[in-house]
């Protein structure tokens, strides 16, 4: 992996960062549409938001019953098979296992071998983002404190490698809400209509 001098930015410098909600930014949609939802963000905020969505895909995937990894921790897989499984999420995430220039591009300039060794230390001991602990979208919800987060997750979770858990691509949710965040007509859906048409659909 190349060498960079960025830095991430500190908490208290990082944009639109709200104390009552981790990991908050504006108009996150938006940023996912441009393949920057983990830029400008502290070091901290990028593991978690990494680290949560694999469990979340995790969750997915034992929802709907598809393309089930057998490193799932939520059909009994063994810790270091999680761990495992989740070294490789981050290689295709940075389109290592692969020439995709574009993977490597959602993550910001200052990541590194040694940041991505502290991701994967942080994702074994962190207190709720946890990748040995099963999780939920409702708990995504509550600890994040917005609603949406799960779909931001979902969202870029089929940026990494096109990965998605149903029927219903989650890019098409994000468009309609990166139009509402650019202030044209409200075609949204909920979040909660959008599980029921894709998971049923399955």
């Keep these: 992996m190349p060498h960079s001098t960025a830095k991430p930015p500190s908490v208290a410098t990082v944009p639109d960062q709200a104390a009552t909600k981790p990991c908050h930014r504006s108009n996150p949609f938006t940023s996912l549409e441009e393949r920057k939802w983990l830029h400008d963000r502290s070091e901290g905020d990028v593991h978690k938001l990494i680290v949560d969505t694999y469990r979340l895909r995790m969750a997915d995937q034992h929802r709907s019953n598809d393309k089930i990894s057998k490193a799932n921790i939520h059909r009994g897989a063994e810790q270091a098979a999680t761990i495992n499984d989740f070294h490789s999420f981050i290689a295709t995430s940075l389109g290592l296992d692969h020439d995709r220039k574009e993977a490597k591009q959602i993550f910001p300039s200052w990541w ?28 995504i919800q509550e600890h994040y404190k917005d609603e949406l987060m799960p779909m931001q997750m979902r969202v870029f979770s089929e940026q990494i490698d096109g990965y998605n858990s149903g029927y219903l691509p989650a890019q098409g949710f994000a468009r309609l809400q990166s139009s509402k965040e650019k202030g044209y007509d409200d075609y949204g859906i909920s979040i909660e209509r959008w599980e029921q048409m894709n998971f049923n659909f399955i």
């Design 112 to 139: 590194t071998a040694m940041v991505q060794h502290r991701c994967y230390k942080f994702a074994e001991a962190d207190e709720f983002s946890n990748i040995c602990k099963p999780v939920t979208r409702e708990e």
